[in-house]
């Protein structure tokens, strides 16, 4: 892990304003009924985002932000349209492990509030241990695959 890597100040907040347009909708990312409203998907994302601009100005070129473990709440649903603010509040930092609460407000009420953990890792380090993981890419023979012939 790089030595470099800041305490990063308790409070420590970000806000961040999405809208729900009709990308981030429920039925358009897999909910096979007719759920016209923000998904829960997206809110994760848009939490891990937020979470991101709050770490970033505080962090060394070489360090990585990974979401680790996520809890939310997802309590109202937000209609196509409606902007909606998140918020992500630092908690604690324990070495390379921040903690902070979360919360997402559309134009009327809040909608979804929760916890996200990260870790901060060195991207070299992590870059080696996920080509370790990869699998080889399949080998190109130029002859036609086996089986039957194509109509």
Known sequence: MDNRLPTIPSGLEATIVRNATAETLADRLGNPTPANVLATPVLVAWFEAAVSQALLPYLPPDVLILGVHIEIDHLRPTPPGHDVTITAT????????????????????????GKVRSALVNQ????????AKAKPSPTVTGRRPSGPPLS
């Not at 390379?96 to 009327?108: F, H, I, M, P």
């Open 90 to 113: 630092l908690e604690k930092q324990e070495g390379n492990r921040t903690q902070w609460r979360v919360l997402a407000q559309d134009e009327s009420e809040i909608i979804a509030q």
């Open 124 to 131: 070299q380090h992590f870059r080696q241990r996920l080509s």
